[in-house]
């Protein structure tokens, strides 16, 4: 069963416009919401990251909104340029608790940002 | 700053063939773990370790092997190549299992014919 459903599976925006990738979550036990990018021939690397002790998280032109209640999160990619074409995966995990806990990732959404 | 080092970027085997994925860290992370890619299905895990000497399963660890011998290495062995396996296979490290930053190596491209 999937831990993090995310969508849209693919995203076309053009430059300028603003991206949005949603993340659904079941298990409340998951406190830390962080989400990746990666770009062709690449590993993915951590883009930005949340905790739910706070709804919105900023940096750059990258924010994640948190909602606690319905158990999403979602990325928005403000003034999108042609460089930030890439996959994005959202993923989940427990922050405390066993050391033995993983974080589960969603099957990621490919963005193509036109000129 | 090497980071997280994967080998061999390419491989091409045949059904039934058996090789080794190597991988190895240099900030001295605890947590290492390996992840298959494939079309449409994300980021799987296959095998993850704790510290050396420690390992355990992921949700897709079917025909793959793993040992952790030291801090640094984390090898994964194909016993029995399938087609089924081939795939982009990515090692990644932390500092701790969950709630902290993953590292990922640049990935090895496997095809089973």
């Known amino acids: 069963q999937q831990q993090v459903k995310q969508s849209p599976q693919s995203l076309i925006v053009q430059k300028g416009g603003i991206s949005i990738i949603n993340c659904a979550y079941e298990n409340t036990a998951f406190d830390y919401f962080p989400w990746y990018q990666q770009f062709p021939g690449k590993g993915p690397a951590l883009l930005i990251a949340?905790?739910?002790?706070?709804s919105e998280k900023k940096e750059g032109r990258f924010t994640i909104s948190f909602n606690k209640s319905a158990k999403q999160f979602s990325l928005h990619i403000m003034d999108s340029q042609p460089g930030d074409s890439a996959t994005y995966f959202c993923a989940a995990s427990p922050d405390r608790g066993s050391t033995l806990g993983r974080l589960y990732f969603g099957r990621g959404t490919q963005l193509t940002v036109w000129p | 700053n090497a980071g997280v080092t994967q080998t061999p970027k390419f491989q091409v085997l045949k059904t039934g063939q058996s090789m080794t994925l190597q991988c190895a860290q240099d900030m001295n992370h605890e947590y290492m773990s390996w992840y298959r890619q494939d079309p449409g299905m994300g980021l799987r895990l296959i095998h993850y370790?704790?510290?050396?000497?420690?390992?355990d399963q992921g949700e897709v660890p079917n025909g793959y092997n793993v040992s952790r011998s030291t801090t640094e290495d984390f090898p994964l062995r194909l016993l029995s190549a399938a087609p089924s396996q081939t795939s982009v296979y990515f090692c990644?490290?932390?500092?701790?299992?969950?709630?902290?930053?993953?590292?990922f190596g640049e990935g090895s491209r496997l095809t089973v014919l």
């Open positions: 949340i905790r739910p002790d706070v």
């Open positions: 990644a490290s932390s500092r701790r299992p969950i709630g902290g930053e993953l590292f």
């Open positions: 370790s704790v510290g050396a000497g420690i390992t």
